[in-house]
């Protein structure tokens, strides 16, 4: 079952949504294909972290809410950039010697964790924290002071820094898909949103 699904159901079994509130959110999840909490969210039915706490219940997993003084650039490398931007996760700090800790969007699997232990050289303590405080914290890295969010990008920013700040930034606007077009002379980018391609560079 994927983590969309165990969020969603977390939430419908919850309690925090009355049914007129639940048939509100699921309308508009159906309508933007976007999650059920990140509906109830924007419908202002839920506080930005207020879902978290039945997932993290039924994960045994306790809640995060990071904020952008607790991202250390030298934990946060950690981890590969582009790694942490599509599981939408956040490694907050060390514990002793041979422990990260990382905030995830969703409970993680056990696949994912042993990848992420292989990735780091450490053992992944996971907690879970809201999906867009995350994204958040991740798009302001990605641009932080013009600063690559890896050694690849500071050796071709015309291309990686391009595609990072567009990833992140496609993520914050929750696009379903992000196209680049090269063409004779100039890259086009489009963003796919509610099911419309939307042109947001043609340069």
Do not use: W
């Not at 059920?36 to 045994?60: H, I, K, M």
């Not at 990735?119 to 798009?139: D, E, M, Q, Y």
């Not at 990008?153 to 595609?163: E, L």
């Amino acid at each position: 079952m994927s983590t969309h699904v165990r969020l969603d159901d977390a939430l419908r079994t919850s309690g925090l949504l009355t049914p007129a509130e639940l048939e509100r959110a699921e309308a508009l999840a159906r309508s933007r294909d976007i999650a059920l909490p990140r509906a109830a969210v924007a419908l202002g039915l839920l506080a930005e972290d207020q879902f978290l706490e039945p997932a993290a219940d039924g994960a045994q997993l306790e809640v995060s809410t990071p904020t952008e003084e607790d991202a250390d650039p030298e934990v946060v490398a950690l981890l590969p950039f582009d790694e942490l931007l599509k599981q939408c996760a956040l490694p907050l700090r060390r514990e002793g010697d041979d422990t990260l800790v990382v905030a995830f969007a969703a409970p993680p699997g056990a696949g994912l964790l042993t990848r992420l232990a292989r990735l780091s050289g450490l053992t992944i303590r996971p907690t879970l924290a809201s999906a867009p405080r995350v994204r958040r914290i991740l798009g302001r890295i990605a641009g932080d002071g013009g600063e690559s969010p890896s050694r690849a990008a500071t050796q071709d920013p015309s291309g990686v820094t391009a595609f990072f700040r567009h990833l992140t930034s496609g993520i914050s606007l929750g696009a379903s898909e992000i196209r680049f077009e090269p063409g004779p002379a100039a890259l086009r980018v489009r963003y796919r949103r509610n099911g419309s391609m939307m042109e947001v560079e043609n340069a």
